[in-house]
């Protein structure tokens, strides 16, 4: 079975995005080259999928298609799933893209059975809050950025009970921000 990696920016106190999860809240990722540059080469060396959701990816693709650099590089080549419940959704602005339409959770078990690499999700907040919740995620890779927003939206919210994590590594970078890699553990009552 293939190993599902969350990757996503994450506040200190926990939150991908702020109150209304619109990109203006992102505002709080501190831009650092060395954390993606490692990162691109994690993805390259790990992963063979990215999944995404409907809005992340159009956000997504209006970015990284306009960017040059290795990260770029290697989420423009890697084939993408897009999670949406709109069958008619259009994926092609996006090339190696397709759509997976209907219950996302159900198609992401799917997914994981199919020979391959690990795959890895990146968003939206209420994608990774369905797949966090359905007990889908093999390893949460967190970019914490220096920031307190003190609300907001958060992947963990519909957590049912506590779940442990195994801290994989950890390193610091020039911006302030901390790569956290946890491996999950299994749920406690």
Same mark, same amino acid.
């Given at each position: ?8 920016? +994450? ?5 991908m995005?702020?109150?209304?999860d619109d ?5 709080f990722i501190?831009?650092?080259?060395e954390?993606e540059n =490692?990162?691109a ?10 999944l +995404? ?6 956000d997504?693709e209006?970015?990284w298609t306009?960017? =040059? ?16 419940n ?9 090339p190696n ?10 198609? +992401? ?5 199919v =020979?391959g690499?690990?795959i ?8 990774l809050?369905g797949?966090?919740a359905?007990g889908?995620v093999d ?7 220096p920031? +307190?927003?003190g609300?907001g939206s958060s992947?963990f919210?519909?957590?049912a ?8 590594s950890?390193?610091?970078?020039p ?11 299994g749920?406690?009552?």
């Amino acid at each position: 079975m293939r190993s599902l990696i969350v990757s996503c920016n +994450v506040t200190v106190d926990g939150y991908m995005a702020g109150p209304h999860d619109d990109l203006a809240s992102l505002d709080f990722i501190a831009d650092d080259p060395e954390l993606e540059n =490692d990162l691109a080469e994690r993805f390259r060396s790990t992963a063979d999928t990215i999944l +995404v959701g409907r809005q992340t990816f159009l956000d997504m693709e209006a970015y990284w298609t306009k960017v =040059d650099s290795p990260m770029a590089d290697w989420l423009n080549a890697t084939p993408k799933v897009v999670l949406t419940n709109d069958d008619g959704f259009d994926v092609s602005i996006w090339p190696n893209s397709r759509l997976a339409a209907g219950d996302g959770v159900d198609r +992401v078990r799917r997914l994981k059975e199919v =020979d391959g690499a690990a795959i890895v999700a990146f968003g939206g907040v209420k994608t990774l809050r369905g797949l966090a919740a359905a007990g889908l995620v093999d390893e949460y890779w967190l970019k914490v950025s220096p920031v +307190v927003l003190g609300r907001g939206s958060s992947m963990f919210a519909d957590l049912a009970a506590r779940q442990d994590l195994t801290l994989r590594s950890a390193k610091s970078y020039p911006s302030g921000s901390v790569e956290a890699l946890y491996a999950t553990g299994g749920v406690r009552p």
